[in-house]
């Protein structure tokens, strides 16, 4: 009995522990990653600019063979929808563009089915014939998830992928030759 009550005091503490970092902790999460190319807007744009080219760079493709994502809406537009089940890495989700502007900004929302919808995009800046891509996503979390935000769970799950297929969109990007001018 004594076990049972000592386990008990143990889980409420636990609990209480956990309540009280959920009271202090960030009420969500934000990942951003950026990478700089000597590639022009209008290439990393191209490699950016559709669901359908994510497929070439993006991380979860890579490292789930059996992914399948569907296409839905005009493509590259805002409304357009990619939806897709994969491995527990992946998951099963849907993003839809939520912004577009051209050679500088794709936005959207993020859905996965154990998560609330979360924001992001993909920019794109140009200085000195230097492009730096940036790649951000954010979202709200529910009260007694927040205290994951210490161990920076959402960091540490999109941030390297994030960073992978930053580093495949400049290879993309700078492998594509300049048109030949007249």
């Known amino acids: ?53 994510w497929q070439n760079w993006s991380p979860w493709k890579i490292n789930d063979s059996n992914l399948k994502s569907k296409y839905e809406g005009t493509s ?15 998951g099963t989700g849907n993003m839809t563009i ?16 154990e998560f609330p919808v979360s924001k992001g995009f993909i920019e794109i800046t140009e200085e000195n014939g230097i492009s730096t891509i940036s790649w951000n996503n954010k979202g709200d979390l529910p009260f007694f998830m927040r205290p994951v935000t210490f161990f920076g769970m959402f960091d540490n799950m999109m941030g390297p992928n994030f960073e992978v297929g930053l580093l495949i969109i400049k290879e993309l990007s700078e492998s594509i030759p300049e048109p030949l001018k007249k």
Do not use: C
């Open 1 to 53: 009995m004594k076990i049972i009550k000592g386990l008990l005091i143990t889980l409420l503490a636990l609990l209480v522990i956990w309540i009280i970092l959920a009271l202090f902790s960030p009420k969500g999460y934000n990942v951003s990653r950026e990478i700089t190319t000597e590639a022009s807007l209008e290439k990393v744009w191209n490699q950016i600019s559709t669901f359908e080219k």
């Open 76 to 90: 590259g537009s805002v409304g357009s929808m990619t939806s897709w089940v994969g491995d527990p890495q992946s």
């Open 98 to 113: 939520t912004e577009v502007i051209p050679n500088s900004k794709l936005g959207y929302d993020l859905q996965f089915e």
